[in-house]
C-alpha cells in the first residue's frame, strides 16, 4: 500500500476551495431572491423543484449505496460507506427544509390541486393523497421514514467506531433489510408525487425503476470524484485499491446502461400502446425545443458516456473518468428538467429564464455541501473498525494472522 501510496500525484492544495460552499450559496441566494422578485411564482415554484429533485435524487442513490454494501458484506466499499452515509443523512433534516418551499407553492407547480376531484375522475381516483393535505402528510411519511433509517445507520456505524461490537454490524444489516424493501417503495411514491404527478393525466409502471436507475446513476458519478479527490488527498489511500475504483467504474457504467433502457423501455411501451391518455406525454416532448433537448440527452446521457466508459483501463483513469461524472450532473439535471418542465413550458423551457434553475442548484448545492463538510470533519473519514476494513486495506488472513500471531502457527 505504501508503494501504491507513493505513486499517487502530490495532495490538491484545497485552501483556496473552502470558501466555495458560502460562495455558491450567496451567489445562488441572491439568484433565487432575483427570481423571486421578477418571475411568477410558477417559475419560480419550477426552477426550486429540479434543484430538490437533483439533490434529493442523489442522497436515494447514496442511501442505495449504504444499503447494499450491509446486504452483500462486500470489502471493497467499505472506503466508501462513510461519505455515503453523511450524503444519505442530508435526507432529514437538511432536504426536509428545502422541501417547505415544494409544498407551499404547490398550488403553482401542480395542476390537479387547483382541481375538484368531484369533476375529475382522475384526481378522485388518487384522494385522499391528491389533495393539499394529503400531500404535506404523504410527503412528511417519506421523510420520517428516511429519517429513522438513516438515523440508524448512522448511529450504529459511529457506535462501532467506538467499541467495533458485533452487534453494531448485526443492527446496520438488520436496517439494510427491511431498508431496502421501504427504500424502493419511498423512492418510487416520492417521485410519483413529486415529479410523475406535474402531468398527473399521465400513467406509467416503472417510471420509480426508471427515477431508481437515475438516483443511482449520480450518486455512483459523485462517489467516485469523491473517491479520487480523498485517495489524492491520502485520507483514504489506505483502503481505497486502484481496482475498488475500477469497481465503482463498472458500476457506473452499468446503471448508464440500465437508465437508458428502462428510459426507451418506457417510451417503446406507451408509444406501441398508443392510448392517448398516456402519448401526450411524449407527443410534448417532440415538439419546438423539447425536440432538440432530448437529442441533447440520448447522445449526452447515453451514447457519450456508454462509449467512453467502454474500455477498461478508462475506469480507473482519473482524469476521464471525473469529467465524466461532472457530464453526469450535468446531463441528470437535463434530464430531471425534460421529465419536469414540459408540464408547463409546453414549447420549451424559456432560455431567458436558465438562470432561475442553476441559482437554485448553486444555493442548494452550497447548504447542503456545507453541511457534509461538516458531517465529513466531525467522524473519521472510513469505518475504523469495520469487520471487512482488513479485506479492503488488502490484508489477507494469513497475513493479519502472522502479525497478530508472530512465530506461532499457521
Same mark, same amino acid.
Given at each position: 500500500?505504501?508503494?501504491?501510496?507513493?505513486?499517487?500525484?502530490?495532495?490538491?492544495?484545497?485552501?483556496?476551495?473552502?470558501?466555495?460552499?458560502?460562495?455558491?450559496?450567496?451567489?445562488?441566494? @441572491? !439568484?433565487?431572491?432575483? =427570481?423571486?422578485?421578477? &418571475?411568477?411564482?410558477?417559475? #419560480?415554484?419550477?426552477? /426550486? *423543484? %429540479?434543484?430538490?429533485?437533483?439533490?434529493?435524487?442523489?442522497?436515494?442513490?447514496?442511501?442505495?449505496?449504504?444499503?447494499?454494501?450491509?446486504?452483500?458484506?462486500?470489502?471493497?466499499?467499505?472506503?466508501?460507506?462513510?461519505?455515503?452515509?453523511?450524503?444519505?443523512?442530508?435526507?432529514?433534516?437538511?432536504?426536509?427544509?428545502?422541501?417547505?418551499?415544494?409544498?407551499?407553492?404547490?398550488?403553482?407547480?401542480?395542476?390537479?390541486?387547483?382541481?375538484?376531484?368531484?369533476?375529475?375522475?382522475?384526481?378522485?381516483?388518487?384522494?385522499? @393523497? !391528491?389533495?393539499?393535505? =394529503?400531500?404535506?402528510? &404523504?410527503?412528511?411519511?417519506? #421523510?420520517?421514514?428516511? /429519517? *429513522? %433509517?438513516?438515523?440508524?445507520?448512522?448511529?450504529?456505524?459511529?457506535?462501532?467506531?467506538?467499541?467495533?461490537?458485533?452487534?453494531?454490524?448485526?443492527?446496520?444489516?438488520?436496517?439494510?433489510?427491511?431498508?431496502?424493501?421501504?427504500?424502493?417503495?419511498?423512492?418510487?411514491?416520492?417521485?410519483?408525487?413529486?415529479?410523475?404527478?406535474?402531468?398527473?393525466?399521465?400513467?406509467?409502471?416503472?417510471?420509480?425503476?426508471?427515477?431508481?436507475?437515475?438516483?443511482?446513476?449520480?450518486?455512483?458519478?459523485?462517489?467516485?470524484?469523491?473517491? @479520487?479527490?480523498?485517495?489524492?488527498?491520502?485520507?483514504?489511500?489506505?483502503?481505497?485499491?486502484?481496482?475498488?475504483?475500477?469497481?465503482?467504474?463498472?458500476?457506473?457504467?452499468?446503471?448508464?446502461?440500465?437508465?437508458?433502457?428502462?428510459?426507451?423501455?418506457?417510451?417503446?411501451?406507451?408509444?406501441?400502446?398508443?392510448?392517448?391518455?398516456?402519448?401526450?406525454?411524449?407527443?410534448?416532448?417532440?415538439?419546438?425545443?423539447?425536440?432538440?433537448?432530448?437529442?441533447?440527452?440520448?447522445?449526452?446521457?447515453?451514447?457519450?458516456?456508454?462509449?467512453?466508459?467502454?474500455?477498461?483501463?478508462?475506469?480507473?483513469?482519473?482524469?476521464?473518468?471525473?469529467?465524466?461524472?461532472?457530464?453526469?450532473?450535468?446531463?441528470?439535471?437535463?434530464?430531471?428538467?425534460?421529465?419536469?418542465?414540459?408540464?408547463?413550458?409546453?414549447?420549451?423551457?424559456?432560455?431567458?429564464?436558465?438562470?432561475?434553475?442553476?441559482?437554485?442548484?448553486?444555493?442548494?448545492?452550497?447548504?447542503?455541501?456545507?453541511?457534509?463538510?461538516?458531517?465529513?470533519?466531525?467522524?473519521?473519514?472510513?469505518?475504523?473498525?469495520?469487520?471487512?476494513?482488513?479485506?479492503?486495506?488488502?490484508?489477507?488472513?494469513?497475513?493479519?494472522?502472522?502479525?497478530?500471531?508472530?512465530?506461532?502457527?499457521?
Amino acid at each position: 500500500m505504501s508503494h501504491e501510496t507513493s505513486q499517487l500525484p502530490p495532495p490538491l492544495d484545497l485552501s483556496g476551495w473552502r470558501k466555495l460552499p458560502t460562495v455558491l450559496m450567496v451567489v445562488g441566494a @441572491v !439568484f433565487c431572491l432575483l =427570481g423571486g422578485l421578477f &418571475t411568477t411564482r410558477t417559475d #419560480f415554484g419550477y426552477a /426550486w *423543484l %429540479l434543484a430538490f429533485v437533483f439533490y434529493y435524487s442523489l442522497a436515494l442513490g447514496a442511501l442505495f449505496l449504504v444499503l447494499i454494501h450491509h446486504l452483500t458484506d462486500a470489502g471493497w466499499s467499505v472506503g466508501i460507506r462513510r461519505f455515503n452515509e453523511h450524503i444519505a443523512s442530508l435526507l432529514f433534516p437538511w432536504l426536509a427544509i428545502l422541501f417547505l418551499p415544494v409544498g407551499l407553492l404547490g398550488k403553482f407547480i401542480y395542476s390537479w390541486m387547483k382541481i375538484d376531484p368531484k369533476v375529475n375522475n382522475l384526481v378522485a381516483a388518487k384522494f385522499p @393523497v !391528491f389533495t393539499t393535505a =394529503g400531500f404535506w402528510v &404523504t410527503s412528511g411519511i417519506f #421523510f420520517a421514514i428516511w /429519517w *429513522l %433509517l438513516t438515523s440508524r445507520l448512522t448511529f450504529w456505524s459511529q457506535k462501532q467506531d467506538q467499541t467495533g461490537e458485533a452487534i453494531c454490524t448485526h443492527k446496520m444489516r438488520f436496517y439494510s433489510g427491511w431498508g431496502i424493501v421501504v427504500f424502493a417503495l419511498t423512492l418510487t411514491f416520492s417521485a410519483v408525487l413529486w415529479v410523475k404527478a406535474l402531468q398527473y393525466q399521465w400513467f406509467s409502471a416503472i417510471y420509480g425503476v426508471y427515477f431508481f436507475g437515475s438516483s443511482a446513476w449520480i450518486a455512483l458519478a459523485t462517489t467516485y470524484i469523491i473517491a @479520487v479527490v480523498l485517495q489524492r488527498q491520502r485520507i483514504l489511500s489506505g483502503v481505497l485499491q486502484e481496482n475498488y475504483f475500477y469497481f465503482i467504474g463498472v458500476l457506473f457504467f452499468a446503471f448508464t446502461v440500465f437508465q437508458a433502457y428502462i428510459e426507451f423501455a418506457q417510451y417503446f411501451v406507451v408509444w406501441n400502446a398508443n392510448m392517448p391518455q398516456e402519448t401526450f406525454y411524449y407527443i410534448i416532448r417532440e415538439h419546438a425545443r423539447w425536440w432538440s433537448w432530448s437529442m441533447i440527452l440520448i447522445f449526452g446521457h447515453f451514447f457519450v458516456p456508454f462509449f467512453i466508459l467502454l474500455p477498461a483501463k478508462i475506469k480507473t483513469n482519473f482524469k476521464v473518468m471525473v469529467a465524466v461524472c461532472i457530464w453526469a450532473w450535468f446531463m441528470h439535471a437535463l434530464d430531471l428538467g425534460f421529465n419536469m418542465f414540459p408540464a408547463y413550458y409546453d414549447h420549451g423551457y424559456p432560455l431567458r429564464l436558465l438562470w432561475l434553475p442553476l441559482g437554485c442548484l448553486l444555493f442548494m448545492g452550497g447548504f447542503l455541501a456545507a453541511v457534509f463538510l461538516k458531517k465529513f470533519n466531525a467522524s473519521p473519514a472510513y469505518p475504523l473498525r469495520d469487520p471487512r476494513l482488513h479485506e479492503a486495506m488488502g490484508i489477507r488472513e494469513y497475513e493479519l494472522n502472522d502479525a497478530t500471531n508472530p512465530g506461532g502457527a499457521r
